[in-house]
């Protein structure tokens, strides 16, 4: 059974850092991309990062680039998006998701689309 967990989430002021984890289950990451995807209140959802299992290769929407480190640690499973000089804009509840699209010639790592298996996210909230 394919399972996602976000954890890691919570209020922190601006200019604040943030890690959260996404402990994967039930699928091989080798054949998966991982992605992170956020959507704030009265917004569409938005795609902020992705690392794709085969080759590891990283993505990141301009608006986090700089800011957001995604890895993936392969003994547990778990993928991780470092979060610094966190902002009031990316308040939004985050959720990771699994992609086996990897292998398409016109996969996109960014689009929620391509992802068949989502978490149940995670509140950030950046605030004073």
């Known amino acids: 059974q394919v399972q996602l967990v976000e954890s890691g989430g919570g209020l922190v002021p601006p200019g604040g850092s943030l890690t959260l984890s996404c402990a994967t289950s039930g699928f091989n990451l080798d054949y998966y991309a991982i992605g992170w995807f956020r959507q704030a209140l009265g917004r569409e959802r938005e795609g902020v990062s992705s690392i794709s299992g085969n080759n590891g290769w990283t993505y990141y929407s301009d608006s986090v680039r700089g800011r957001f480190t995604i890895s993936r640690d392969s003994a547990t499973d778990t993928v991780y998006l470092q979060m610094i000089s966190l902002r009031p804009e990316d308040t939004a509840v985050y959720y990771c998701?699994?992609?086996?699209?990897?292998?398409?010639?016109?996969?996109?790592?960014?689009?929620?689309?391509?992802?068949?298996?989502w978490g149940q996210g995670t509140q950030v909230t950046v605030s004073s």
């Open positions: 998701a699994a992609s086996s699209k990897i292998y398409h010639s016109d996969y996109q790592p960014l689009a929620g689309h391509e992802y068949d298996y």
